[in-house]
């Protein structure tokens, strides 16, 4: 049993920074899965169950969740920007440090802006990222990530604190782990990013061009087959000046426990699935519904699974959220289910799928129990880059197909369909708030949505991406007075 004290995270990360190239300049692969996490696995639970970010081929979409100790070894560098991955600071090799950057710009252009008949808007974004990973032998860790985002274009209106921001800092947290009677434990407090949920509920949102982060503590204890965490965490309120701006939100509380379950490899003749129960909690002082605030505190009761069985891949979530708003009780479902089928042996082949999603709506416009679905911080950029849908009140069908026509080139086209759960409440969008008047109109047929990617991966540290979408409203939104749109996106990444 080890017993360390950990230092406050806020002191540290400033200092871990200054080590790090603040104009430093990478490349993004692309992928799917999770990554191996920073910290060792005494337990052999599955690293691509533990919920610490999605990998992009060697890189993490989280850059703490990366492990980087090969590169102790000189033939495992590919070039020189590897040996910034491991820089040994004792001579045995136990304190080292891992610098990680990211710059990414992106243009993108959207017609009809929030779906009404005006001027198209376009957006130059930038993203910096410059990030430090101290390892202090092997129980403590600190890790610190200052980010700058800079947006710029036509009719971009008065950009939000994650797409304008001179300097903040995105992550700053220390970290103690080590073993109890051979199970993974440790401990992790400051400001964090947390994803350890299916993706509609909880996601570093990599859209905008700041992350998604709280403030707060995580604990894990993982052992071969199971695993536990709990978290108690605040959301982060940015600003858009220097790092003095971006407060933690006192008014909004993420807590709760996520509890994991490695399916056998041998069920189902071969597969690597994985099962997570979850109970959570969201409290906010000053939720608003239909222009009422009070406050709110909401449960969520989940089962996740997800993994590969074979060539069929799955992510399925129910959940019902129950609680009160003001004096008034909530009792809300959402059901979260989407599969592929690789039609091929090799991972590189062809797949296609669907995905259906169900998210329950009602009680915010006629009154009574609140049956309106939350859907927390999820990445909303599932069902559209031009954020116009999210899982309140929704129910759709999206079948989809990948391939590579091409070595290194991801193509993916998805057709969504999508309608109200009821026409006694509004459409809504990825920010949670209503299409102003479409509670009052009837139609159940909210869009048509048709979405096609390319990802091409230049090199392991570079790639380029290319998006288009069209929304086709329908009545729910024609009738009151909202039309179609057309988005359309090419982005640069670039990450060591």
């Given amino acids: 049993m080890i017993r360390v004290s950990l230092m406050s995270s806020a002191l ?52 703490w969740a990366e492990d980087w100790r090969a590169m102790a070894d000189a033939d495992q560098r590919d070039d020189p920007l590897d040996r910034l991955k ?51 032998g092997e129980h403590v860790r600190v890790f610190g990530e200052l980010a700058k985002a800079r947006v710029d274009g ?39 990013e947390f994803s350890d949920g299916p993706n509609l509920l909880t996601s570093v949102r990599d859209d905008p061009t700041l992350h998604f982060v ?30 003095s701006d971006d407060r933690t939100d006192g008014a909004r509380r993420f807590s709760g426990v996520t509890f994991g379950y490695a399916v056998p490899s041998d069920f189902l003749g071969g597969s690597k699935l994985f099962f997570d129960p979850f109970v959570w909690r969201l409290r906010n002082r000053a939720a608003s519904w239909n222009g009422t605030v009070a406050r709110e505190e909401r449960m969520f009761y989940g089962l996740h699974l997800y993994g590969d069985a074979g060539p069929v891949t799955v992510d399925w979530t129910v959940n019902h959220q129950g609680g009160t708003f003001g004096d008034r009780p909530i009792s809300a479902w959402q059901a979260f289910v989407a599969q ?43 069902y559209s880059y031009q954020l116009f849908l ?37 459409v809504y969008r990825a920010s949670g708030a209503a299409f102003a008047g479409t509670q009052d109109v009837a139609g159940r047929r909210i869009a048509d949505l048709m979405r096609f990617q390319a990802i091409w991966a230049v090199t392991p540290r570079v790639s380029v991406t290319g998006r288009y979408e069209h929304l086709i409203a329908k009545d729910a939104l024609t009738r009151a007075g909202y039309n179609s749109s057309d988005f359309l996106a090419a982005w640069l990444s670039l990450r060591f």
């Avoid at 045995?92 to 009404?116: C, F, I, K, M």
């Avoid at 109890?180 to 401990?187: H, K, L, Q, T």
């Avoid at 403030?215 to 000046?241: C, K």
């Avoid at 991801?410 to 409440?425: C, H, I, L, S």
């Fill in 86 to 136: 491991y820089l040994p600071l004792t001579e045995d090799g136990s304190v080292y440090l891992s610098l990680s950057g990211e710059l990414r710009y992106r243009v993108q252009a959207t017609t009809n802006p929030d779906l009404r008949d005006r001027a198209a808007q376009r957006q130059e974004r930038l993203r910096v990222f410059a990030g430090a990973d101290l390892h202090l």
């Fill in 390 to 426: 999210t899982p309140t009140n929704l129910m759709s069908v999206s079948p989809n197909v990948s391939f590579s026509p091409v070595k290194a080139l991801r193509v993916t086209g998805e057709y969504t369909m999508a309608w109200r759960a009821t026409e006694k409440d509004a």
């Fill in 340 to 382: 592929t089928y690789r039609l091929g042996k090799a991972a590189s082949a062809p797949r296609v799928g669907v995905h259906l999603d169900y998210a329950s709506g009602g009680g915010a416009y006629d009154g009574g129990t609140l049956r309106t679905a939350s859907g927390l911080y999820g990445n909303n950029i599932y």
């Fill in 154 to 192: 036509v009719n971009i209106g008065t950009p939000a604190g994650n797409l304008r921001n001179a300097l903040t800092l995105s992550q700053g947290f220390g970290e103690v782990y080590g073993t109890i009677g051979g199970a993974s434990v440790g401990v992790r407090a400051g400001r964090q």
């Fill in 12 to 63: 540290l990360a400033p200092a871990l920074l200054a080590a790090a190239p603040a104009g430093a300049q990478a490349g993004a692969p692309v992928g799917g899965g999770k990554a191996a996490p920073a910290t060792p696995i005494a337990s052999e639970y599955p690293a691509a169950g533990i919920g610490e970010g999605t990998a992009q081929g060697k890189y993490n979409v989280s850059r």
């Fill in 214 to 243: 709280l403030d707060g503590v995580r604990a894990y204890a993982r052992g071969r087959r199971v695993r536990a965490d709990v978290f108690d965490l605040r959301y982060i309120a940015y600003g858009q000046q220097q790092l």
